[in-house]
């Protein structure tokens, strides 16, 4: 049942390693800034040439 | 406090403040489910699958409660994995989400829990999780405004982690 994985979904919890939770942290953080990265990338490039 | 809806979207807007409360909130419940489901050496790989799907996927969330729209996404990606592992996983995601897969000691530790809640808060909980009623619908049937009623739920969640963790 749906409803029952669900249930055991919210109501267990397991706390991953701390290499694996700190790595996909970062990992989804970094592509926050990814847009910006490759703006100031492309306008390095740009004032490079 | 801000309601995991508020924060999902403000992380919709950008906000990495956001992403990190709900990562902190949702990380050990996505883990214990993925652990239970997945042997260990898939079972790293698939956590960071599904951070990653909710991170590509935010701009379809639309405002509906949070936690049952971040499980339907869990729960897309378990199929997808094993099917993607072949034949043999095939049972496993048959019995996936099927009331078989969970054990007898998994469900008398959950009517337990729902037991030890107080009454008004064990109706809430079935009638939200249980039989999948909205905010709107609660709000109409009790009385009490939606605010109210989340607040409420939170309060509920939050009993039932604590009567598990003891």
């Known amino acids: 049942m749906k409803n029952k994985a669900f249930f055991e979904f919210l109501t267990t919890k397991e706390l991953p390693p701390v290499a694996l939770r700190e790595a996909v942290k970062k990992d989804i953080s970094l592509s926050f800034h990814l847009h910006s990265i490759v703006l100031r990338f492309l306008s390095f490039q740009l004032l490079g040439a | ?166």
Request: avoid cysteine.
């Open chain 2, 1 to 166: 406090m801000k309601t995991d809806e508020q924060l999902m979207s403000e992380y919709q807007t950008g906000s990495e403040v956001a992403f990190s409360a709900l990562y902190d909130k949702y990380t050990p419940m996505v883990y214990a489910f993925i652990k239970k489901r997945m042997r260990s050496s898939e079972q790293d790989d698939l956590f960071q699958k599904v951070w990653r799907k909710l991170h590509e996927k935010r701009h379809l969330y639309n405002g509906q409660p949070f936690g049952p729209w971040f499980f339907v996404l869990i729960r897309h990606l378990l199929i997808d994995e094993y099917r993607s592992l072949g034949r043999r996983a095939r049972d496993r995601e048959n019995q996936l989400f099927d009331d078989s897969a969970m054990t007898f000691q998994d469900k008398d530790l959950i009517e337990d829990l729902l037991l030890n809640l107080p009454q008004d808060a064990r109706e809430l909980v079935q009638k939200y999780y249980l039989e999948e009623m909205s905010y709107e619908e609660l709000e109409s049937a009790s009385g009490l405004s939606q605010a109210n009623l989340r607040q409420r739920l939170s309060r509920a969640i939050r009993g039932l982690r604590k009567s598990y963790e003891k």
